[in-house]
């Protein structure tokens, strides 16, 4: 597809078992956190966010985790799909000055098995 | 509703010519950002406007540029064509530039150059 690129990490997973994508992001200061999913041929599409403030947040079948101390979020996907197939990125607002922009992580390439 | 619009879909230009891309954002949105996405580098941030101001700027030569009109749409023009700017262009359009739910991608427009 369009977005597999050669530097991407993958994960393979069975259907219905549960997905956790790890992701350590780079700025100390970003306050504000997202989950993004691609698949191929669109555009990134919003899953799930956090702030700075909180460790945790559930969603649908997701959750997110934030760990400031180690600067790592992570992402569990409950009874994977196989239309959870993507590559899953991680992006961070660095805020302040810079609070218009988001800078996402390398991202990885997640593919469920039926 | 109509969601974010890209055109052209897909381009392939020559080394040294220049190329206008176009993103309509959703109806309501003021703000448009853009990114650039290689199997590289990933996503990076190009730059972000709002009611017709560049707010961020990303860590691209001078050959990157844009532009937003009243109507909100916008636009990015790159100079001087090289073979590594062959990429997605993404743009997302939003309330207020910040990232989130309502931080909609557009399916880009894939740029060759040859």
């Known amino acids: 597809g369009e977005n597999v690129g050669l530097h991407l990490p993958t994960l393979s997973v069975q259907e219905g078992d549960n997905s956790i994508i790890n992701c350590a992001y780079s700025?100390?200061?970003?306050?504000?956190f997202i989950w993004y999913k691609q698949e191929s041929g669109k555009g990134p599409q919003f899953i799930i966010d956090i702030r700075s403030n909180m460790d945790k947040r559930q969603g649908q079948r997701v959750t997110v985790l934030l760990n400031k101390t180690v600067k790592h979020l992570s992402l569990q996907i409950a009874a994977t799909q196989p239309g959870d197939s993507a590559v899953y990125f991680c992006a961070e607002n660095p805020g302040g000055g810079s609070n218009y922009k988001l800078t996402f992580g390398k991202g990885t390439l997640l593919t469920v098995n039926p | 509703k109509a969601g974010v619009t890209q055109t052209p879909r897909y381009l392939i230009k020559t080394r040294g010519q220049q190329v206008t891309l176009s993103c309509s954002p959703i109806?309501?949105?003021?703000?448009v950002s853009w990114y650039q996405q290689t199997p590289g580098q990933g996503l990076q941030f190009l730059f972000e406007y709002f009611s017709e101001t560049q707010r961020n700027k990303g860590n691209f030569p001078g050959r990157f540029s844009g532009r937003q009109f009243s109507n909100s749409r916008s636009e990015m023009n790159v100079s001087t064509l090289e073979l590594g700017d062959s990429a997605l262009y993404l743009c997302?359009?939003?309330?207020?530039?910040?990232?989130?739910?309502?931080?909609?991608f557009g399916s880009g427009t894939r740029l060759t150059v040859v």
């Open positions: 109806s309501g949105h003021r703000s």
């Open positions: 700025n100390s200061a970003s306050d504000y």
């Open positions: 997302a359009s939003s309330f207020t530039g910040t990232g989130g739910e309502g931080y909609t």
